[in-house]
């Protein structure tokens, strides 16, 4: 379905331009000329996001955006106003906005904005629902590069150093980052998350430091930031490779000083708080590129760990199946077991999008499956395309011993450890290894 799109504007000109923009870019859009219309509208058919202009006669636009919250949920809100200040941005996100737009604007513009909160809408809703499945089910992983991971984790869950986790989107690096805190003395103590990659450049500073009384209009109160939530437990800085240049160097001066200064104060304060960050981006090569400082670069990476991509590790999915595939069975029937011919692609696809892309695949074939076996046609084409096929056991009038050789050296093949070959074939590792040697396999 498309995404659904509520414009708020008393401007009928906006209005219409909105609507031809977005219906350009194949949203559904509708429209309503007031605050209390549009509040209507999102009650009997909540969108997925909403552009609300700030100054709207009767209800204003934070105000709408307060009651949407309320009304809707799970709609994001882009706030659209003329007087595009940092002050009026960071009102709007506390008053639950995702992002602004400035008039006057572009199409592309707009285009850009709502795609932009949309994606990270869906990114966090994607990570949500990896992470309470993993939840489920412990982390258990024969491939040698988790268990490094998990193993470094531990030995220096107990000290005080910063640690860096590299790895793709939707290799389990916010799992890994709780797993440290949790074996750290500072379990007891909040663990605090901030992704920067969802938080707009310009507020960034703001989310994690705050900012003091009278900083910009608007603020009346100060404002505790990110680090200063965290108090003495944990907090863990997501995507830290997407910071701003300035942004850099007062987060650098965390990790020297233990000291910040909230945005519009010029006293330090103390954070006694552990630094776990996590980037998807070769840092090396930003630093090469100019866009990342060299000497935050050599401040994060005390303990670095990296956490392999999923076609990495592909002795782990069968288990990985097993564990998502509880979770969506359907209450009163049985769980659901997997053909074959669909472990064989599901093992032999490289899942660009990691533990969270196998996640959503099997999400969707226990949806949509009609009895307790995952088939493949149950599967997506790519994932499906992947599987190589198998030769026939039995060619012509060959020998028992033959056959069962030529089996087996084509399950080897397919397979890049010999613990899931075996897995496959039905047998114990060690019959599996026998049996190589005695063929001559390798």
Known sequence: MKPHILVIDDDESIRRTLRLCLESGDYAVSMAASGEAGLALAKKQPPDLAIVDLRLGGMDGLA????????????????????????NAVEAMRAGASDYLAKP?????????????????????ELAEVERHARRAPVKSSSPGVIEAYTLAERV????????????????????????????????????????????????????????????????????GYVEAAKNGSIFVDEVGDLGKETQGKFLRLLEEREYVRVGDTEPRRSDARIIAATHRDLKTAVAQGSFRDDLFYRLNVVTIRLPALRQRR??????????????????????????????????????????????VLERAGLLANGDVLTPDLLP???????????????????????????????????????????????????LYRKRERYGLR
């Open 381 to 431: 084409e790519e994932v499906r395309a992947s599987a190589r096929p198998v030769s026939p056991l039995v060619d012509g009038d060959e020998s028992l011993e033959a056959a069962e050789r030529r089996h087996v050296a084509a399950v080897v093949a397919r397979h890049p450890t010999l613990d899931t070959a075996a897995r496959a074939l039905g047998i114990d590792p060690s019959t």
């Open 157 to 224: 869950a107990g000290s005080e150093a910063t640690v860096l986790l590299l790895g793709e989107t939707g290799t389990g690096k916010s799992l890994l980052a709780r797993h440290v805190h949790q074996r750290s003395p500072r379990a007891s103590r909040p663990f605090v998350t901030v992704n920067c990659a969802t938080i707009s450049s310009n507020l960034i500073e703001n989310e994690l430091f705050g900012h003091a009384k009278g900083a910009f209009t608007g603020a009346d109160q100060p404002r505790a």
């Open 315 to 360: 002795e782990d999915i069968p288990a990985l199946v097993s564990s998502f595939l509880k979770p969506v069975s359907q209450s009163g029937r049985a769980k659901m077991t997997v053909s074959p011919e669909a472990m064989a692609a599901l093992v032999a696809y490289d899942w660009p999008g990691n533990i969270r892309e196998l996640s959503n």
């Open 64 to 87: 709408v955006t307060r009651a949407l919250a309320q009304e809707a949920p799970g709609a994001q809100v882009v706030i659209m106003t003329a007087y595009a200040t940092i002050d």
């Open 105 to 125: 604007f572009t199409p592309a513009a707009v285009k850009h904005v709502v795609a932009r909160v949309l994606d990270s809408a869906r990114m966090k809703q």
